[in-house]
């Protein structure tokens, strides 16, 4: 089905996705007005979103860096 130019899930998730990336092609867009003031308030909320996961993503990476080290150190202190 083809409603207004989103013809597959796969559409609306590659639109999210660009729009929530901030990288925006421009390729799809919300046609209606009430299209337009939803996505004005998608983008914030996404946005926000994405920075929370991404924040989350780095503090799990750090944390597991540094335990590698703490462990490495503790093994040459013991050697």
Do not use: N
Not at 12 to 22: D, P, S
Request: hydrophobic share 50%; proline share 1%.
């Amino acid at each position: 089905h083809d409603v207004d130019g989103w013809s597959t899930f796969v559409d609306a998730v590659y639109f999210i996705a660009i729009t929530v990336t901030t990288v925006g092609y421009g390729d799809i867009s919300p046609q209606t007005d009430a299209g337009k003031i939803f996505m004005l308030f998608f983008i914030i909320v996404g946005i926000a979103l994405a920075t929370v996961v991404i924040s989350k993503i780095t503090d799990l990476i750090v944390d597991a860096k540094e335990r590698s080290e703490v462990k490495a150190q503790e093994e040459l202190d013991r050697s």
